[in-house]
C-alpha cells in the first residue's frame, strides 16, 4: 500500500523559508513522478510543480519561482521549500504521486497545514 | 494555462436520486495518440485529502462504487452521481491531466 506522510513546521513566519518533507512507503520514488499541491483554506486545489528522481522538475509558472521540489532516494523522501513566504502561502500543502501513465493524482499525502504569521 | 469551469457551484440532491456535476475546459484535452480525454475527477470529503474517482474522463479508479461515472469529451465533461448516498457529500474537483501546468475546477459541492 502506497503511503505518504508530509512534515513540517505548523508556522512560519513571513519573509522566512518554508521546507517540508513528504516520506514515502510503499513505492519507490524512483519510479514515479511526485507533486505538490496546496490548498487555502475554503479554497479550491492548486498544482505548485513536480519532480522525477534524475532532477526533472516542472513547476506552476504562476507561481513564479519562489519554490524549489528536491528528491532524497537514500531516504525516500520528496522535499518542497517555498522563500519569502506571505500570508497568501497560507495552506494545507499536499504531496501526490502522479499515476504512471496519465498523470492523474493517483496517491495522496494526508496534507500538512502551513500558517503564515508573525 | 487551461482553465476548469465546473457547474454548479453547489447543489442539493435528494438521497437516492441523481447528482450531475458539469466542467468545462478552455481548450480540447483530447490528447489524438491514444485517443483519450485528459480529465479527472476528485471527491474531496471535510479534513481529507482529494480522492481519484475517474481519469481519462470515464475510467473508475479501482474500488470506487460504480454510482459513479464520467462521461464527455474534447472541452465538455459530466461527472454523474447515479443515486446520492449519504456518503456522497462532499467537494468533487475536475482535473485536467494533458498539460502544465495541471489545473482543477474551482469546485462543486454536494449536500443532501
Known amino acids: 500500500q502506497v503511503q505518504l506522510q508530509e512534515s513540517g513546521p505548523g508556522l512560519v513566519k513571513p519573509s522566512e523559508t518554508l521546507s517540508l518533507t513528504c516520506t514515502v512507503s510503499g513505492a519507490s520514488i524512483r519510479s514515479y513522478y511526485w507533486s505538490w499541491l496546496r490548498q487555502p483554506p475554503g479554497r479550491g486545489l492548486e498544482w505548485i510543480g513536480y519532480i522525477f528522481y534524475g532532477g526533472t522538475t516542472n513547476y506552476n509558472p504562476s507561481l513564479k519561482s519562489r519554490f524549489t521540489i528536491l528528491a532524497d532516494t537514500s531516504k525516500n523522501q520528496i522535499s518542497l521549500d517555498l522563500t519569502s513566504v506571505t500570508a497568501a502561502d497560507t495552506a494545507v500543502y499536499f504531496c501526490?504521486?502522479?499515476?504512471?501513465?496519465?498523470?492523474?493524482?493517483?496517491?495522496w499525502g494526508q496534507g500538512t497545514l502551513v500558517t503564515v504569521s508573525s | 494555462d487551461i482553465v476548469m469551469t465546473q457547474s454548479p457551484d453547489s447543489l442539493a440532491v435528494s438521497l437516492g436520486e441523481r447528482a450531475t456535476i458539469n466542467c468545462k475546459s478552455s481548450?480540447?484535452?483530447?490528447?489524438?495518440?491514444?485517443?483519450?480525454?485528459?480529465l479527472a475527477w476528485y471527491q474531496q470529503k471535510p479534513r481529507q485529502p482529494p480522492r481519484l474517482l475517474i481519469y481519462?474522463?470515464?475510467t473508475r479508479e479501482s474500488g470506487v462504487p460504480d454510482r459513479f461515472s464520467g462521461s464527455g469529451s474534447g472541452t465538455d465533461f459530466t461527472l454523474t452521481i447515479r443515486s446520492l448516498q449519504a456518503e456522497d457529500v462532499a467537494v468533487y474537483y475536475c482535473?485536467?491531466?494533458?498539460?502544465?501546468?495541471?489545473?482543477f475546477g474551482q469546485g462543486t459541492k454536494v449536500e443532501i
Open positions: 481548450q480540447s484535452i483530447l490528447y489524438n495518440s491514444n485517443n483519450k480525454d485528459w
Open positions: 482535473q485536467q491531466h494533458y498539460t502544465t501546468p495541471w489545473t
Open positions: 501526490v504521486r502522479q499515476a504512471p501513465r496519465g498523470n492523474h493524482f493517483d496517491y
Open positions: 481519462w474522463a470515464s
